[in-house]
């Protein structure tokens, strides 16, 4: 473990040249960084060996995505993909930026499944376990060193970084958004709006359900929204402008344009050829 100190930040780091367990686990590198003063930091190398995964455990900092400087909080990881280079700045302020990063070793054997090619944002995962095996880290390079206690660490600081690149801790949020959306399809549903329920960001929604269903946010509320309305359509007695706003449109001429432009048909067709 060595300790670097400089005017504006404080950081620790185990490295895997000093520890080759790490390295047959698909981890390079693991630090942790305390940013007191401002400052903009920025990788100084691309490399298709390694990705980078960046956990935000208090305090907060900007990040660079390929979408533009986000905010990241505590809970979030800033996910940077072999090949790109990653960029945060801090403003200082009451509380001091606290982060854990993993450079990670690309391996055939041990895949990692990133969600795009550029640096993004997961707005959600598990800080307290990624921190609590860097402490163990810690704790075993600065006295047995044994082998087989840091492989097995690392090949867990590997399976929690496979989770945050992927998102797969962001499945069930999305199964409850769409339960949450089913029972109220009449409810005037919003990006912000999915996305705050969701409890993501407007992005790592966007990219969560594209994986999950082929289809932005809001192309997917309309695919619920139709193939409810087909349902009332055909199983309800109800007038257009009731079934129009019991799946969140305003009129009956709206609704009936959007289901033409999704079916091909008018719902006044479509009920009386399945009828």
């Not at 100084?44 to 960046?54: I, S």
């Not at 990670?104 to 895949?111: E, G, I, Q, S, W």
């Not at 969600?115 to 944002?121: I, L, R």
């Not at 997961?122 to 609590?132: E, F, I, N, P, T």
Request: charged share 20%; net charge positive; with cysteine.
């Amino acid at each position: 473990m060595k300790k670097l100190t400089e005017d504006h930040l404080i950081e620790t780091c185990v490295f895997s040249t000093e520890h080759p367990e790490l390295a047959a686990q698909g981890i390079w590198r693991l630090g942790y960084t305390t940013v007191s003063k401002s400052h903009d930091r920025t990788s100084t190398a691309r490399d298709e060996r390694f990705g980078h995964v960046h956990v935000c455990l208090a305090g907060s900092a900007q990040v660079l995505t390929g979408n533009g400087w986000h905010d990241l909080r505590p809970g979030q990881a800033y996910v940077c993909p072999p090949g790109g280079g990653w960029r945060w700045r801090f403003a200082a302020g009451k509380t001091p930026w606290k982060v854990m990063f993993v450079r990670l070793l690309a391996k055939p054997d041990l895949p990692l499944h990133y969600a795009g090619n550029d640096p993004y944002v997961v707005d959600q995962c598990r800080k307290d376990d990624l921190a609590w095996v860097y402490r163990r880290l810690c704790m075993e390079s600065s006295s047995e060193a044994r082998p087989t206690v840091i492989h097995h660490l690392g090949a867990l600081c590997h399976f929690h970084c496979r989770e945050i690149v992927s998102g797969e801790n962001a499945t069930a949020n999305l199964q409850d958004l769409w339960s949450e959306v089913l029972a109220d399809l009449s409810y005037r549903w919003t990006v912000d709006t999915l996305a705050e329920r969701s409890g993501m960001g407007r992005e790592a929604l966007r990219m969560k359900c594209v994986a999950a269903t082929g289809r932005s946010p809001m192309k997917h509320l309309n695919h619920l929204r139709m193939q409810h309305a087909c349902h009332l359509l055909l199983d309800q007695d109800l007038t257009l402008d009731e079934v129009a706003g019991a799946v969140g449109y305003a009129t009956a001429f709206s609704f009936s344009k959007a289901f033409l432009a999704h079916t091909g048909t008018r719902p006044s067709t479509y009920r009386q050829k399945h009828q």
